[in-house]
C-alpha cells in the first residue's frame, strides 16, 4: 500500500531556533499534502494544504510565517517551524493524498522546545 | 457546517464484546467517509471507509454502517480484543483525495480482559 516516510519521528530543539520535518511519498505521487497538529487526547487539527509547485494554503489562526511549508516535489514535503517556542511543542503529522490515492498519514513527528 | 460530530468520548468494552462508536456530520457534500485508528505515538491508520452510495461495509471484524437520510454513520467492532485499545477517528471529505478530510474528536477505546 501507499507509504509516507515522516522525519524526524522526535525532535527537542531550543527555543528561537528552527525544525524542519520531512514527508516524502514513497510509493506515489502526492499531489496534495496536508499538515496537521494534535495535542495531547484531542483531534488532528489540520494546518495547512499544499499542492506540488504551489503556495500553501493555511487554515485561519495558523501563522504563515512561522510555519513554512514547501511541497517541492509529488514526493517531497517540508514542514519548518521557524523560531520555535515552547508553545510550538507539539505532534505533527502530514499526510499524502492524490485523486486516486486517498489520504496516507506519516508516522507523526514530537517537537518539544526547550 | 464543516463539523463532525464524534461520540461517545471514551468507551470500555470487555474482551469478546461489540464496540459501537457514532458520527453525525451536517455537509450533505461529504462523499468519503473513513474511520482511522491511532495508537499513542503514531499517525492515524485507516481502518475502513465507505462511500453514501452503499448501507454498510464489512471488513473482518470492523463494519461501517451508514444511514444518508440522518447523516450519521458508525464502527462497529466485533469481538473486540485488547490489541484494540486505540483512539479512532471518523472523518469526512467532500472530494475523495482532493480535499480535506474534517475530523471528528475521537473517541478512546480501551478493552478490558
Known amino acids: 500500500g501507499a507509504v509516507v516516510s515522516q522525519h524526524p519521528s522526535w525532535v527537542i530543539c531550543k527555543s528561537g531556533t528552527s525544525v524542519k520535518i520531512e514527508c516524502r511519498s514513497l510509493?506515489?505521487?502526492?499531489?496534495?499534502m496536508f499538515w496537521y497538529r494534535q495535542f495531547p487526547k484531542q483531534s488532528l487539527m489540520l494546518m495547512a494544504t499544499s499542492n506540488e509547485g504551489s503556495k500553501a494554503t493555511y487554515e485561519q489562526g495558523v501563522e504563515k510565517d512561522k510555519f513554512l511549508i514547501n511541497h517541492a516535489s509529488l514526493t517531497l514535503s517540508t514542514l519548518t517551524v521557524t523560531s520555535a517556542h515552547p508553545e510550538d511543542s507539539s505532534f505533527y503529522i502530514c499526510?499524502?493524498?492524490?485523486?486516486?490515492?486517498?489520504?496516507?498519514f506519516g508516522s507523526g513527528t514530537r517537537l518539544t522546545v526547550v | 457546517q464543516q463539523q463532525v460530530k464524534q461520540s461517545p468520548q471514551s468507551l470500555i468494552v470487555q474482551k469478546g464484546g461489540i464496540s459501537i462508536i457514532n458520527c453525525a456530520y451536517e455537509n450533505t457534500a461529504f462523499d468519503y467517509f473513513p474511520w482511522y485508528q491511532q495508537f499513542p505515538g503514531k499517525g492515524p491508520a485507516l481502518l475502513i471507509a465507505?462511500?453514501?452510495?452503499?448501507s454498510e461495509k464489512k471488513e473482518g471484524r470492523f463494519t461501517i454502517s451508514f444511514n444518508k437520510s440522518a447523516k450519521q454513520f458508525s464502527l462497529h467492532i466485533m469481538d473486540s480484543q485488547p490489541g484494540d485499545s486505540a483512539t479512532y477517528f471518523c472523518a469526512a471529505s467532500p472530494n475523495f483525495g482532493n480535499e480535506k478530510l474534517t475530523f471528528g474528536t475521537g473517541t478512546r477505546l480501551t478493552i478490558i480482559p
Open positions: 510509493d506515489f505521487q502526492a499531489t496534495t
Open positions: 465507505i462511500r453514501p452510495d452503499v
Open positions: 499526510s499524502g493524498a492524490g485523486p486516486s490515492r486517498g489520504y496516507t
